[in-house]
């Protein structure tokens, strides 16, 4: 059973590790598009836009509600890492180790 337990949270790690590569490309991406350095009309990078915003907004979206802009920057992306690396690397070993104490009894 420590065999699945374990599994389930190198999933769940590695899936915020996604998440946080997600955001970066996607704000890089985004400052990109806004200095014309690439074009939204070529079909692959408005693919990779669409995709990289459906993945990141629900993760984004909470923050950029509290979140205020400074200076038309939008900083809820870097607000956004330092919580999913928090989660990541406090809240999950804090978790796995608590399951894995509890069937230990």
């Keep these: 059973m420590g065999a699945i337990i374990n599994f389930i949270f190198f999933i769940v ?3 915020i590790s996604l998440l946080i590569w997600a955001i970066i490309i996607n704000a890089i991406l985004s400052w990109l598009v806004a200095f014309s350095v690439i074009n939204v009309r070529n079909p692959f990078v408005y693919n990779v836009t669409r995709f ?3 993945v990141t907004d629900p993760v984004l979206r909470p923050f950029r509600r509290f979140v205020p802009t400074l200076g038309g920057v939008d900083i809820s992306p870097i607000i956004a890492i330092l919580v999913l690396t928090g989660i990541q ?6 978790a796995h180790n608590g399951l894995l104490s509890l069937l230990a009894y």
């Design 89 to 94: 690397r406090y809240l999950l070993p804090a």
């Design 52 to 54: 990289l915003d459906a």
């Design 13 to 15: 790690g590695a899936l």
